[in-house]
C-alpha cells in the first residue's frame, strides 16, 4: 500500500511567484493535515481537512497560503506570491480517524524562494 | 493548548553508547505522545507512541520511552546506538481526541565511530 507521497520533492522559486505543493494521502484516509517547518523553528501546524471539509486552519500564516481538497482526495496547498520566510519544509500527513492516534506522514516538500 | 520542550537540540554520542533524548510536555487534557524521526533527506517516520497503558513503550529500531504523568516528560531511549541512528527526533503530542500534532524543536543526534 502506498504511503502519502508529496509533490514536488524539492522546488526553488523567485520571489513573488507561485507555487503549488501536492499531497496524496493514504487511500482512504479522511484526514489530510499540513505542516511545515521553516529554517531554525519547529515544525508547525497549517491546518487540517476532514474529506473535502476544512476542520481546522488555525495554523495557516496569511492568506497568501491557499489549500484545497476537491473531492476529498489528493489535496493542493498554494503559496501566492511566495516571499522569502516561506522557505522551508512542507510536510503533508493523513490519518484514518480524527482521533489522531496514527497519523502517517510524507517525504516533505522542500521550498526555497530566492 | 499543548506545548513541548525537548531539552537538548543536540546530542552527540559514541557508537555503542546509551542515549537518552529528553521530552517535557504541559497540557491540560489527556494527550497522546509520539516520537518522530527524520533520517538525513527523508520524511518523518513514526518511532513509537504512548495512547494508554503501559508506561513504557517499545518502538521500530530498539527504541523505547517512557510516559511519566507526574513529570509530564516522554524521554526517548536505546541501550546502544548505531552510526545508522544520526538524525533528527522531534517529540510530538496532541489532545487525546484529535490529530493536530504539536512538535517540539528537534533533537539532532550524532553517533560518532
Known amino acids: 500500500e502506498a504511503g502519502v507521497t508529496q509533490f514536488p520533492s524539492h522546488s526553488v522559486i523567485e520571489k513573488g511567484q507561485t507555487v503549488t505543493l501536492r499531497c496524496d494521502p493514504i487511500s482512504g484516509h479522511d484526514n489530510l493535515y499540513w505542516y511545515r517547518r521553516v529554517m531554525g523553528k519547529e515544525i508547525k501546524f497549517l491546518l487540517h481537512?476532514?474529506?473535502?471539509?476544512?476542520?481546522?486552519e488555525s495554523g495557516m500564516p496569511n492568506n497568501r497560503f491557499l489549500a484545497e481538497r476537491t473531492g476529498g482526495t489528493y489535496s493542493t496547498l498554494k503559496v501566492q506570491p511566495a516571499e522569502l520566510e516561506d522557505s522551508g519544509v512542507y510536510f503533508c500527513?493523513?490519518?484514518?480517524?480524527?482521533?489522531?492516534?496514527?497519523?502517517?506522514f510524507g517525504e516533505g516538500s522542500w521550498l526555497t524562494v530566492v | 493548548a499543548q506545548s513541548v520542550t525537548q531539552l537538548d537540540s543536540q546530542v552527540p554520542v559514541f557508537e555503542e553508547a546509551p542515549v537518552e533524548l529528553r521530552c517535557n510536555y504541559s497540557?491540560?487534557?489527556?494527550?497522546?505522545l509520539f516520537w518522530y524521526v527524520q533520517y538525513p533527506n527523508q520524511g518523518l517516520q513514526l518511532l513509537l507512541k504512548y495512547l494508554s497503558g503501559s508506561t513504557l513503550v517499545k518502538g521500530i529500531n530498539g527504541f523505547e520511552a517512557e510516559f511519566n504523568k507526574s513529570q509530564t516528560s516522554f524521554h526517548l531511549r536505546k541501550p546502544s546506538v548505531h552510526i545508522s541512528d544520526t538524525a533528527e527526533y522531534f517529540c510530538?503530542?496532541?489532545?487525546?481526541?484529535?490529530?493536530?500534532?504539536?512538535f517540539g524543536q528537534g533533537t539532532i543526534l550524532t553517533v560518532h565511530p
Open positions: 500527513a493523513s490519518s484514518l480517524e480524527s482521533s489522531g492516534n496514527t497519523i502517517y
Open positions: 497540557s491540560s487534557v489527556s494527550v497522546y
Open positions: 481537512f476532514v474529506k473535502e471539509s476544512k476542520q481546522d
Open positions: 510530538a503530542v496532541n489532545r487525546a481526541d484529535y490529530g493536530k500534532l504539536t
